[in-house]
């Protein structure tokens, strides 16, 4: 079965670098997320993407957050300027289409930033 | 703001039982609702979903029911096994597909 990728599982950081989540989504899905769950919280929304722009964002995906989808297969999360508060586990997701197509997620990346 | 909320943080089910994991949202102009399993160390896994104008869904062993009336959504799972111990989420659609708000989860531990 087709799955999403992300790369590295495990990022450990200093406070204030730039780090660069990798996600590779279902080849022919055409919408793209960004997901992110602090330690003992709930799952929560970041980023949708579709046509090479994003669609939505929530008020946690401030200036610092930014996405890319550099080619045609990768799909990326950066934070510029880490804080100790960006530590979570994040989720890539892709769907193929609105309307009637279920999201299918990503392992993950667990991000530390000390 | 309105979200999603999980009755049970645990519960706790014998082998070959039925389990029944609830969860109550609040916002009425959600139209799609999906119930998604976390194993450790995984992204969340889609189980089953359900649309708005339904009030039961039924897949493999598990099935959902959504009463719209009291703004409940609850998920059944038939003759529970060991690998269904794992965390269960609800999430609803807010507005922008893709855009899921989901609940806090709920321990399902399935014991011998």
């Known amino acids: 079965e087709p799955e999403v990728t992300q790369t590295p599982s495990h990022q450990v950081t200093q406070m204030g670098q730039e780090v660069i989540l990798r996600c590779v989504p279902i080849?022919?899905?055409?919408?793209f997320y960004w997901y992110r769950q602090i330690l003992g919280q709930k799952v929560e929304f970041l980023v949708s993407f579709y046509n090479n722009e994003i669609s939505e964002k929530s008020e946690i995906f401030d200036d610092q957050f930014s996405v890319e989808r550099p080619d045609g297969s990768n799909f990326t999360l950066k934070i510029r300027s880490t804080k100790l508060e960006d530590s979570a586990m994040y989720f890539c997701?892709?769907?193929?289409?609105?309307?009637?197509?279920?999201?299918?997620f990503g392992s993950g990346t667990q991000l530390s930033v000390l | 703001g309105e979200s999603v909320g999980l009755h049970l943080p645990t519960l706790s089910v014998q082998e070959g039982d039925n389990s029944i994991i609830n969860c109550a949202y609040s916002?009425?102009?959600?139209?799609?609702f999906i119930w998604y399993k976390q194993e450790s160390g995984k992204g969340p896994q889609f189980i089953i979903d359900i649309r708005s104008n339904m009030d039961k869904r039924q897949g493999q062993r598990v099935t959902v029911l959504l009463n719209k009336t009291v703004k409940h959504l609850s998920l059944q799972i038939a003759a529970t096994q060991p690998g269904d111990s794992a965390v269960y989420f609800c999430?609803?659609?807010?507005?922008?597909?893709?855009?899921?708000?989901f609940g806090a989860g709920t321990q399902v531990v399935v014991t011998p």
């Open positions: 080849s022919n899905h055409l919408y």
């Open positions: 916002n009425s102009a959600s139209d799609y």
């Open positions: 999430a609803e659609n807010m507005v922008s597909w893709g855009k899921l708000q």
């Open positions: 997701a892709s769907s193929s289409g609105t309307g009637n197509e279920k999201l299918f």
